[in-house]
């Protein structure tokens, strides 16, 4: 998942502390990338959500 700075430091905590409330079994890792990397990822159609 990609999200500014801001909106993960004040809204998004909650959203995931619900998130794992509802579905504990279910893992979410946050990464950080640079506009390119999405745009990059975008073009070639890869996937942020990727099965363990």
């Known amino acids: 998942m990609e999200l500014q700075v801001f909106i993960l430091s004040h809204f998004f ?5 619900e998130f ?4 504990p079994k279910v893992t979410i890792q946050l990464i950080e990338v ?3 990397k999405v745009e990059h ?3 070639n159609r890869e ?6």
């Open 20 to 23: 794992h409330r509802l579905y």
């Open 34 to 36: 640079g506009a390119k």
């Open 41 to 43: 990822d975008i073009e």
């Open 47 to 52: 996937t942020f959500l990727k099965p363990e």
């Open 13 to 17: 905590p909650r959203v995931l502390a």
